[in-house]
């Protein structure tokens, strides 16, 4: 008969504090059982389920856009207006778009609009901090006089 070996202590992975994990839960424990731990836990794990999982929201966002723009031109009839969404990505008229194209392809291409301005603005943001980043060096080069001395003694300096 096997017997079960007595778990040792071990530290939180959230405030570094040792504890004595639950014998029902043994390896799996990971936090010291506080609630703020336990809480704090559970976001990091739900936070990185999500950034795994972003395809599972963005096919439920767009299928549950779809069904809302076949129900709303389900219940319209063509000469009543439609209810107004927020504004479109490109200031475009969502009316006349709908009118010509449909309901539903008009959500299709708006959704595809806020996914390529998202990417754009993302590498806009990344080529941002790189552009800063050279420029502070190059500040930091023009303006040191190379001896480590800087403008020490009353000598002045251009920066």
């Excluded at 990091?44 to 999982?53: F, G, H, P, V």
């Excluded at 439609?82 to 539903?104: D, F, K, N, T």
């Amino acid at each position: 008969m096997e017997q079960k070996t007595r778990s040792r202590k071990r530290p939180c992975r959230i405030c570094g504090k040792w504890f004595m994990p639950n014998p029902r839960l043994d390896d799996r424990q990971k936090t010291c059982g506080s609630d703020a731990c336990k809480r704090q836990w559970h976001t990091a794990k739900c936070a990185e389920w999500n950034k795994q999982n972003r395809a599972y929201f963005k096919e439920i966002y767009l299928r549950n856009r779809l069904e809302a723009a076949r129900s709303d031109a389900a219940e319209s009839s063509p000469t009543s207006p439609r209810p107004a969404r927020g504004p479109s990505p490109l200031q475009i008229p969502q009316e006349v778009v709908q009118e010509v194209m449909g309901s539903q392809q008009s959500v299709i291409i708006e959704y595809i609009v806020q996914v390529l301005l998202r990417g754009v603005q993302e590498v806009i943001s990344i080529h941002r901090l790189e552009i800063s980043k050279e420029f502070r060096q190059q500040l930091a080069a023009s303006c040191s006089r190379g001896d480590g001395q800087g403008a020490a003694k009353g000598v002045s300096s251009r920066c």
